[in-house]
């Protein structure tokens, strides 16, 4: 684990021998962040691009998903690999900057923000380490272009990493709210017609400003999504629910209750009785 002030000596450039070896066998996860911009940049709907250029992937047990780039067909490589390069390199993504570094987040016990440091990949085709000037590794990462990016998918590995620290006290993710992580966070254009919905607005009491700025900015309708999946994965109320909406939550909250503490009542008598049986043997 290396802090973001540990020295790196690396430089990737055009005439290493290497070149475009990296990409040449990609296994690449994307952030929600690195898809909205090369959906951007691509000129294609987020459930286009995920379909032509994505893999999902098992990123945490209990079945929270991830998606990686997938490679041409029949092959290895990446799709946006050209002779001279990188053909999306403006919109390249995140993993693709961080190299040949990997991000590792970490939240300790009683920190409320998670805390970055950074592993070095040394792969034996990689011929850049060592070239170069030495320069801390927040310099790179600043002349990669790599904060705006990291700060716009923070939300996400927050996320991720409140499922993993909660762990089995808030128990196995429902279907339902794993298909709602992965629209939020990967398929924000199907997002935002859930947003846009009916049926979103009888619940949701959003004010007419800020619904407007969700349904015209893929950022900011990003972000509300992390705000979105708080509230519905783990309780976080951040968003106004509408009256009625409220009450009926309430009235369903006090069904759950009831349920349980009759669950509870009924497991104790059973297990009374199996104790009582078993003292008779
Ligand atoms: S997106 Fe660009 S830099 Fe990243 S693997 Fe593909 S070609 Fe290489
Ligand atoms: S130096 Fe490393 S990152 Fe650059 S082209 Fe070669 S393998 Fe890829």
Request: negative net charge; proline residues 5%.
């Amino acid at each position: 684990m290396l802090a973001g002030t540990a020295p790196l000596q690396f430089r990737c450039e055009r005439g290493v021998a290497c070149w475009n070896a990296c990409c040449s066998n990609i296994d690449l996860a994307l952030t929600p962040y690195d898809i909205l911009r090369l959906k951007e940049r691509l000129e294609l709907s987020s459930s286009e691009f995920l379909a032509q250029y994505t893999l999902p992937y098992e990123l945490e047990k209990d079945g929270i998903a991830g998606v990686k780039l997938k490679p041409v067909a029949g092959g290895t490589a990446c799709p946006f690999m050209r002779e001279d390069g990188c053909g999306v390199y403006e919109q390249r993504p995140t993993a693709c900057r961080y190299y040949p570094l990997a991000l590792l987040s970490l939240r300790k016990e009683n920190e409320v923000r998670d805390q970055s440091s950074y592993a070095l990949v040394r792969e034996a085709h990689c011929l850049g380490h060592g070239r170069g000037p030495a320069r801390p590794i927040d310099t790179y990462r600043e002349e990669q272009g790599i904060p705006p990016g990291d700060e716009a998918a923070h939300g996400w590995r927050e996320l991720i990493l409140k499922k993993k620290s909660l762990g089995p006290a808030i128990g196995k993710p429902s279907k339902r709210s794993l298909e709602l992580f992965f629209m939020v966070c990967y398929d924000l254009d199907r997002f935002r017609n859930f947003v846009a919905s009916d049926g979103f607005g009888a619940i949701y009491d959003l004010p007419a400003e800020e619904l407007h700025t969700l349904l015209i900015e893929d950022a900011a309708l990003l972000q509300f999504g992390f705000r979105f999946l708080r509230q519905v994965l783990f309780g976080e109320q951040s968003i106004a629910l509408k009256a009625d909406a409220a009450t009926e939550r309430h009235a369903r909250q006090q069904d759950k209750l009831a349920r349980l503490e009759r669950e509870a009542a009924l497991r104790r008598a059973q297990d009374e009785g199996e104790i009582e049986a078993a003292e008779d043997d």
